[in-house]
Nanobody, 123 residues
Framework: VQLQAFGGGLVQVGDSLRLSCAASGRSASSYAMGWFRQAPGKEREFVAAITWRRDQISHADSVKGRFYISRDNAKNTVYLQMNSLKPEDTAVYFC?????????????????WGQGTLVTVSS
């Protein structure tokens, strides 16, 4: 499975941005998908995850109520809608895929990683 993330950019505090991650390869749509982020000098942290059936969704407390993960299995694409962006949301965002939502929420259990896309929130 190959993952390609895009949609990052430079935005102002309070703006919105939507990231996309296109998955390709065998059975790509059957994997649980997620997003992580890594700020300069910090460890990679979990942001959000969704099962392939979309029956389980999880968001980190730091983004709950502002970020929303969704997916379109017909397009093999997962999205991260980011609203009310803050300077502390500045990071490289990575999409991830794994066999279960529990696994895709733990960076050490992620099976596939996409390349990162940089989000910079300017104050």
């Amino acid at each position: 499975v190959q993952l390609q993330a895009f949609g990052g950019g430079l935005v102002q505090v309070g703006d919105s941005l939507r990231l996309s991650c296109a998955a390709s390869g065998r059975s790509a749509s059957s994997y649980a998908m997620g997003w992580f982020r890594q700020a300069p000098g910090k460890e990679r942290e979990f942001v959000a995850a969704i099962t392939w059936r979309r029956d389980q969704i999880s968001h980190a407390d730091s983004v709950k109520g502002r970020f929303y993960i969704s997916r379109d299995n017909a397009k093999n694409t997962v999205y991260l809608q980011m609203n009310s962006l803050k300077p502390e949301d500045t990071a490289v965002y990575f999409c991830a895929a794994s066999a279960s939502i529990k696994m895709v929420m733990a960076s050490t259990c992620v099976r596939y990683w996409g390349q990162g896309t940089l989000v910079t929130v300017s104050s």
